[in-house]
């Protein structure tokens, strides 16, 4: 089953952009997604192909007009889940990604300017989806996240590893920090349990440093994170009594 993209934007042109490489674009390339990227200008009425106009009761910038943004979202219809970016919008989570990855594809619009005229919510069955606490200048980037992020899940597209399991979020915390050679770097070494060989020590170990940095790093998560409370120092500190032991 191929996962269908379909992105509504004033810049077509913009997609698959970095989705045309590496990873996401070799899936592309073999058909494991499909990127079907369409100019909302032209479901715009009159003479001069209006999308926007000026805000209700004032105010900066221009607003982007319900009529034409429905009918953009009307001739693709609502068979896949219909996203639009916005900083309004729920905050993207990797169990949501999951969710929409297992799915037959999205449909996302990408606003720009002020954004877009609340009606258009109210009337269409339309999810508001925000990837962070911070204003881009349109929602392509946004889309292009989304979308890197759904199709690394797509079965198929990440090979043979099982990565997708243990990294960060997947289990509600961060993942455990990652080493590789050489062994030793400017004096620093690979913590030793890691070339111990010691499969259930190593599992330990990851565990621990996941919590102990989720704990530290991100309070948020660890507190929404239902696992066991494991009062635990820093990862940093974690590590070096590793080293000196
Ligand atoms: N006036 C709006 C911001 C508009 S930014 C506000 O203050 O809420 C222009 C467009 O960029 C938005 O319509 C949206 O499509 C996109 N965008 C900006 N920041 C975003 C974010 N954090 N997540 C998703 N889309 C975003």
Redesign the pocket.
């Known amino acids: 089953m191929t996962f269908a993209a379909t992105i509504l934007t004033l810049y077509p042109d913009m997609f698959p952009g970095p989705l045309g490489h590496s990873l996401a674009g070799r899936a592309l390339a073999e058909g494991l997604w499909s990127c079907d990227a369409r100019n909302f200008r032209n479901f715009a009425t009159d003479k001069h192909r209006t999308v926007d106009d000026t805000p209700a009761g004032g105010g900066a910038?221009m607003v982007?007009k319900a009529d034409v943004l429905a009918a953009a979202c009307d001739a693709v219809g609502y068979g896949r889940p219909m996203l639009?970016?916005?900083?309004?919008?729920r905050p993207?989570t990797q169990a949501r990604v999951r969710e929409l990855a297992a799915g037959p594809g999205v449909s996302i619009?990408?606003?720009?300017?002020?954004?877009?005229d609340e009606r258009l919510f109210d009337a269409r069955p339309i999810e508001q989806?925000?990837?962070?606490?911070?204003?881009?200048?349109?929602?392509?980037?946004?889309?292009l996240v989304l979308l890197d992020a759904c199709i690394r899940l797509i079965p198929g597209v990440m090979g043979a590893t099982l990565s997708g399991e243990d990294e960060s979020f997947e289990t509600g915390l961060l993942e455990y920090p990652q080493y590789t050679r050489p062994v030793e770097w400017e004096g620093r070494t690979i913590p030793e349990v890691l070339r111990s060989g010691d499969h259930a020590r190593i599992a330990a170990w990851r565990k621990q440093q996941a919590a102990a940095d989720t704990r530290l790093r991100r309070p948020d998560l660890w507190e929404r994170h239902d696992g066991v409370r494991v009062g635990t120092p820093s990862g940093a500190q974690r590590r070096e009594q590793d080293e000196t032991t």
Request: with cysteine; hydrophobic share 45%.
């Open positions: 910038g982007l639009a970016m916005t900083p309004r919008g993207l619009l990408c606003g720009r300017f002020e954004g877009f989806v925000s990837i962070g606490d911070y204003v881009l200048s349109g929602g392509e980037m946004a889309a």
